[in-house]
């Protein structure tokens, strides 16, 4: 009797925790939310989110499709790029090269197809990761 009592205050406790826990918030769909902002730079430096920037993050906001910019996204990218030391995932530049594409911004999608021939990935990554982001797209 005493160790089901104490199994089922043990279960409420949990349950109670994990309602108060939640989930942590989604970086991608935060940053997301300041890129379609105007003043999307200012924005995010002054946010703590900017720490939180790594290739996985930056792959989520391009494949997200919660911007509806490609130039935006661009713009996201480079400045990604240039605050980095860390390299982007092929995937990311895929799908940025894909979205630029099907707005018709054809010379910025070459930009980042040769940006993505100097990193000096193998071909067939490319291929790979060019047909993979487009099914998904």
Do not use: Y
């Amino acid at each position: 009797m005493i160790g089901s009592t104490l199994f089922r205050s043990r279960c409420l406790l949990l349950r109670s925790l994990s309602v108060h826990i939640g989930k942590p918030p989604d970086a991608s769909a935060e940053i997301a939310g300041i890129l379609n902002k105007a003043n999307w730079r200012d924005a995010l430096v002054s946010s703590n989110l900017a720490a939180e920037i790594n290739p996985d993050v930056v792959l989520s906001v391009l494949r997200s499709k919660r911007v509806d910019d490609p130039a935006k996204l661009l713009s996201f990218f480079n400045w990604v790029d240039s605050q980095k030391v860390t390299e982007q995932k092929l995937d990311s530049f895929s799908f940025l090269a894909l979205g630029l594409c099907s707005f018709g911004s054809l010379g910025q999608a070459r930009s980042v197809l040769i940006r993505m021939i100097e990193r000096k990935w193998p071909v067939s990554e490319v291929l790979s990761s060019v047909a993979r982001c487009s099914r998904e797209s």
